[in-house]
């Protein structure tokens, strides 16, 4: 860069200025006529801030999410207007669902142009406006800084989420008339609970009997799992996640009692309608994680309930909590175990209570003998014991997922990524950003057939950054959560979820991965060595049965007590005057 070109930077240049700024080291995107700028900037910088060219936005986005989910920082994703921000929407709405912070830079129309409807202009206010923090679209290059510095600071602040900005293509090309002030970079900030609430939340802990601590939700770090984990421990009470928030504790931990999700242990639920006090930290017990809000009232919970989050406009959103403590989770654990007041003490009748809870926990845990060729108990039960403790295990979403929630202990922070928002195609573009951040790490991708294949493009990207992943394909021929639905509602009439698949053995290596076919549980603990081992991205293909098809349901006793149930109720009288 030329002395003039320094002194009155181009809007392009000055926003990859900003991003460095930010502490921006890693980018993803698919490249764009619409930010060319951008990108030859982006070039200039490639020795301080290195990007990650995909093949399909929604991956892109993806991995952003990703990235942002792993570090706590954001993740930075640039896609062009229009069919470019429209595919990497599923990561914003993801982003949002997650607490997960995200910056995603589009490209737009120049100034002049817009409410024409240009080529490929979209309206980005109206289009991400229900589901991102902050939508701004840049109409200054001189505002850049603020404008970005901003974006960065919501991503990352109160409760996580996404933010986009549209960026002008005439916006990019101009060249700022003076010199810019730099900006500040973002801060995570701990919002400490005041005295009287820590009071309050001491008050109900000293009358519970039968507490849960149930956590989840966004802004969690390595530092807060390391307090929950003290705090668990001097308190001695039940641990509980939410769905797929499994790796805020050691699943090891004495403490921990299972997660809350799609396929909850039933004595788990039996537990948590027997508590009488929830303690919710960061999380907000959301439909998926309470059986359509069955198990927890709304929105007077029947058990007591300490509402602990860092969004304000959370608090008392969805339940009446009896305490509302706004607090970041770390800054809420460690104020709480400083506070050393006497009703911070394990009442001893909570220690047989978190013994059974643990001991539930344990016995669903353990793997059984599913029957077929191809047992996803087992197969799970071996990714437990051959995985290092600090391995990153990814998945999108399935009926597959439920082996993986019951039968996988995670033992390190952020060793689960996985979208709440029941995404699916997440996890290999996950497993393939984590493994570009984390290389050292065993980073292994548990896929379904229809959920591997939305972005199997990705195995591309893998090859050619050597994210050496190991992806784990479940192939059973069917859409098969919605055929679990199908055959609850409509039994013997499946229509639309019967799906064909390619070899995905040669599929694998005709992108150059290391791949093999298994298909005895038993051959399946030297295959994934030998794909660990491998130094490539490598695919282990297990075709598997539509029979077996959760971790809880065959597909035939499904279908029959649905059957039973039709013709108890076609059985049944009908009152004169009402529908049958």
């Known amino acids: 860069m030329n002395d003039s070109a320094a002194a009155s930077p181009s809007g392009g240049e000055l926003l990859v200025r900003c991003l460095i700024e930010q502490r921006v080291d890693l980018a993803f995107c698919v490249p764009g006529e619409s930010y060319l700028d951008a990108l030859d900037a982006l070039f200039e910088q490639r020795g301080r801030l290195r990007l990650i060219v995909c093949r399909h936005e929604a991956a892109a986005a993806n991995m952003a999410e990703a990235y942002g989910k792993l570090t706590g920082k954001p993740g930075v994703c640039f896609v062009t207007r229009g069919p470019g921000a429209t595919h990497a929407s599923i990561a914003v709405h993801t982003a949002h669902e997650d607490e997960t912070p995200l910056v995603l830079f589009v490209g737009q129309v120049a100034r002049g142009h817009m409410g024409r409807g240009a080529f490929q202009e979209v309206d980005y206010r109206a289009m991400f406006g229900g589901m991102a923090?902050?939508?701004?679209?840049?109409?200054?290059?001189?505002?850049?800084?603020?404008?970005?510095a901003r974006a960065f600071q919501v991503a990352a602040g109160g409760r996580p989420g996404p933010v986009v900005l549209a960026l002008p293509e005439d916006v990019l090309e101009a060249r700022t008339p003076a010199p810019v002030a730099p900006s500040r970079a973002w801060s995570r900030l701990g919002i400490e609970p005041t005295a009287a609430a820590l009071a309050q939340v001491h008050g109900e802990l000293a009358r519970a009997r039968k507490p849960l601590l149930v956590v989840g939700g966004g802004g969690w770090s390595a530092q807060a799992s390391e307090a929950l984990a003290d705090f668990a421990r001097t308190l001695r009470l039940p641990v509980v996640a939410e769905f797929r928030c499994q790796d805020y504790l050691d699943n090891r931990h004495d403490s921990y009692a299972g997660d809350l999700g799609l396929s909850t242990n039933p004595a788990l639920a039996a537990r948590v309608r027997d508590s009488d006090l929830l303690l919710v930290l960061g999380g907000r017990l959301s439909e998926a994680l309470t059986g359509g809000y069955r198990l927890v009232d709304v929105p007077r919970p029947r058990q007591r309930m300490i509402h602990v989050h860092a969004d304000v406009d959370e608090l008392g959103r969805v339940y009446q909590a009896d305490v509302l403590v706004p607090a970041t989770p770390e800054?809420?654990?460690r104020a709480a175990l400083a506070a050393r007041q006497p009703s911070l003490a394990a009442d001893p009748s909570w220690q047989d209570w978190t013994r059974a809870a643990r001991s539930d926990y344990l016995r669903f845990l353990a793997p059984t003998r599913?029957?077929?060729?191809?047992?996803?108990?087992?197969?799970?039960?071996?990714?437990?014991q051959e995985l290092a403790p600090d391995a990153i295990v990814t998945n999108g979403a399935g009926n597959y997922t439920t082996w993986l929630h019951r039968h996988y202990r995670y033992k390190h922070f952020r060793g689960q990524l996985a979208p709440l928002n029941g995404a699916m195609g997440y996890g290999l573009p996950a497993a393939i950003a984590a493994k570009i951040h984390e290389p050292r790490r065993q980073v292994v991708c548990l896929a379904g057939d229809g959920c591997f294949l939305m972005n199997v493009q990705e195995l591309e990207t893998a090859v050619r950054y050597n994210a050496a992943i190991v992806v784990v394909v479940v192939a059973n021929g069917s859409y098969g959560t919605i055929r679990a639905h199908q055959e609850r509602r409509f039994p013997g009439r499946v229509y639309a979820t019967d799906i064909g698949n390619p070899?995905?053995?040669?599929?694998?290596?005709?992108?150059?991965?290391?791949?093999?076919?298994v298909t005895r549980h038993e051959d399946f603990a030297p295959a994934l060595r030998r794909a660990l081992d491998a130094g490539v991205p490598s695919l282990i293909e297990l075709p598997t049965e539509i029979e077996h098809l959760s971790a809880q349901s065959r597909l035939s006793a499904v279908r029959d007590r649905a059957l039973a149930a039709a013709r108890l109720h076609s059985s049944q009288p009908q009152v004169p005057g009402t529908p049958a």
């Open 133 to 148: 923090k902050w939508v701004a679209e840049v109409d200054d290059p001189a505002r850049l800084p603020e404008i970005v």
């Open 331 to 333: 800054a809420f654990l």
């Open 370 to 384: 599913e029957g077929g060729t191809v047992d996803m108990a087992q197969v799970v039960a071996t990714l437990d």
């Open 503 to 517: 070899d995905f053995v040669a599929l694998a290596r005709s992108f150059g991965l290391s791949a093999e076919r």
